[in-house]
């Protein structure tokens, strides 16, 4: 390409020194090299910020700050974020690895798309250890409203975060998700199905440790952000209500899960009327068995 955009990466990092060195590695073996790396440190208490100093020392695209108080993941994003320097904007986890041209793939569809907003892509899940598990396909973007389809390999302008803004805490363990929300509000959104990232699953990551808090959350951002999706068609948004309906009656909020089964059947009777009957009739086994048949006929996420 004529001209090199700077690409700005922030890496939030507490006490990550155990995969640190391979996640800021794999940036290192990126062909595209005009990119700046903010390695966020939140207050670690182990050997990370002498780990971070010895990977700054080697290369002076890597930029550490250290945030005076813990500000745990979505304000030091923010951090990291209002000292970018760069055109395109992304982030990665201290636990994860992109592939070689994950950077020059993103900015290549990205600068011949200039409607897009952002940009994602397929990746394949990895063990503690490193060894490649199943690959993960990134769904379409018209599924956000009951999935995360963005997954850990992305690249956005500068324009989005100027006018979505930063990351809200109030979200935290589904901030990512509720941000690709905001941003296909106001963005299209593209999906790149080529393999690019390489994320860690194991025992101490958050959506392990967590999860419970994690469902608990992600069900109040949804019942906020769903109604205010864009509508790209009334399908969708009918699978985005009976997901809700699914994490309510799980949670057990039956009247939830009733209001959630009104707004998908008014907006898709014939295909909610099957989903909400096996629920009632055939009990979370048998309504599984619709679910996945759903998504392989219609390619929904219900």
């Not at 550490?64 to 500000?71: H, M, Q």
């Not at 973007?141 to 989005?160: A, D, H, M, W």
């Not at 959630?260 to 898709?268: G, T």
């Not at 055939?282 to 390619?299: D, I, K, N, S, Y």
């Amino acid at each position: 390409m004529s001209t090199r955009p700077l690409i700005s990466i922030v890496l939030p990092t507490y006490n990550g020194s155990r995969y640190l060195a391979a996640s800021v590695a794999s940036v290192l073996r990126q062909s595209y090299p005009h990119w700046e790396l903010l390695l966020q440190d939140d207050c670690s208490t182990d050997g990370t910020p002498e780990l971070i100093a010895r990977l700054a020392a080697g290369d002076s695209r890597i930029k550490p700050v250290r945030n005076s108080v813990n500000l745990r993941l979505p304000n030091s994003l923010n951090a990291g974020f209002a000292r970018a320097a760069g055109e395109f904007l992304t982030w990665t986890s201290d636990d994860n690895e992109y592939r070689p041209e994950a950077l020059e793939a993103m900015l290549g569809l990205l600068t011949s798309d200039p409607a897009a907003g952002l940009v994602y892509c397929d990746m394949t899940y990895m063990d503690d250890d490193g060894r490649p598990q199943e690959a993960w396909v990134a769904p379409e973007p018209e599924t956000i409203g009951s999935t995360n389809p963005v997954g850990g390999c992305f690249l956005y302008r500068r324009t989005v975060l100027d006018l979505v803004g930063g990351y809200d805490d109030r979200w935290r363990l589904v901030e990512d998700w509720e941000y690709w929300i905001r941003v296909a509000m106001r963005f299209p959104i593209r999906a790149l199905h080529r393999d690019l990232y390489l994320y860690r699953r194991h025992a101490g990551s958050l959506t392990t440790t967590r999860a419970a808090e994690v469902r608990r959350i992600r069900l109040a951002m949804l019942s906020e952000r769903v109604p205010q999706l864009p509508v790209t068609s009334r399908h969708h948004r009918a699978v985005a209500y009976l997901h809700l309906a699914r994490m309510a009656t799980e949670q057990g909020d039956a009247v939830q899960a009733s209001a959630f089964h009104r707004k998908a059947l008014r907006l898709d009777p014939v295909r909610s009327s099957l989903v909400v009957a096996a629920r009632r009739l055939l009990g979370p086994e048998g309504a599984g068995t619709v679910r996945q048949w759903w998504r392989r006929r219609f390619r929904g996420a219900a």
